[in-house]
């Protein structure tokens, strides 16, 4: 059974950082195209970076140069660096997982119904 659990959430000012970490047990990380998602209240959960199996990392363009998606394989880690926050960046943010190889890993395509595993989500709150 795959099990995600993401951590690192919190509260910060505009400017600040936050990393957040996703960890899997049950699941080939190298295999598949791996993404974080965030989403806000009377939204859709939208990808926001997404790393494939070789380890390119496409963004989307508004926090392009400011998030950065990583991975470990050999620990089961994905971790995303969030720079330079931002207000319009406070959502719940969720690590996923396809249940399947997708063909294509870029957030522009990506959509919460190409996961089959999800972690719990964890809130990132940026203030002004």
């Known amino acids: 059974q795959v099990h995600l659990v993401a951590s690192g959430g919190g509260s910060v000012q505009a400017g600040g950082s936050l990393r957040l970490s996703c960890g899997a047990s049950?699941?080939?990380?190298?295999?598949?195209?791996m993404a974080w998602f965030r989403q806000v209240p009377g939204k859709e959960r939208e990808a926001v970076a997404a790393i494939d199996e070789i380890g390119s990392t496409s963004y989307v363009d508004s926090v392009k140069g400011r998030f950065t998606i990583s991975k470990d394989n050999a620990k089961n880690t994905l971790d995303l660096q969030m720079n330079s926050l931002q207000p319009e960046d406070t959502a719940v943010y969720y690590c996923?997982?396809?249940?399947?190889?997708?063909?294509?890993?870029?957030?522009?395509?990506?959509?919460?119904?190409?996961?089959?595993?999800w972690g719990q989500g964890t809130q990132v709150t940026v203030s002004s």
């Open positions: 049950g699941y080939d990380w190298s295999s598949y195209c």
């Open positions: 996923a997982a396809p249940t399947a190889s997708l063909g294509y890993c870029s957030p522009s395509y990506l959509k919460s119904s190409d996961f089959g595993h």
